[in-house]
């Protein structure tokens, strides 16, 4: 079963979704606003990708934190911040088995079977 993780206000995780509707695959959505970031996952990601790539720094969140806290952020600090603001998050994230994909691009979803 594959888990799409994000905002459904987000456009990009309305896109997904929706090509993932059109593709007929079945797959289980976590809103992270009403079931909050699962914290082992934001570890793991963190650790395989990178603060820098699971944290959105184009969005307004990011914007939004104070310029110590973006000119000081390390995994730790990343990892606080999307717990206490998961729109901090890249979105959307796919987990399918053990492929994670961050961010939608249809071609590599494709790839792994979305």
Known sequence: MMTVYGIPQC????????????????????????????????????????????INRRGTSWRALPEAVRSSMDAAGARAAALANPS????????????????????QWQEVGA
Do not use: C, M, N
Not at 22 to 30: L, M, N, T
Not at 89 to 107: C, S, Y
């Open 11 to 54: 456009s990009t995780v309305k896109k997904a979704r929706a090509w993932l509707d059109e593709q007929r695959v079945d797959y289980a959505f976590h809103d992270y606003k009403k079931k909050g970031v699962p914290e082992a996952l934001l570890d793991e990601w963190i650790d395989r990708f990178g603060w820098d790539v699971v």
């Open 88 to 107: 901090l998050i890249k979105r959307p994230i796919l987990v399918a088995g053990d492929t994670t994909l961050i961010g939608f691009d249809p071609e």
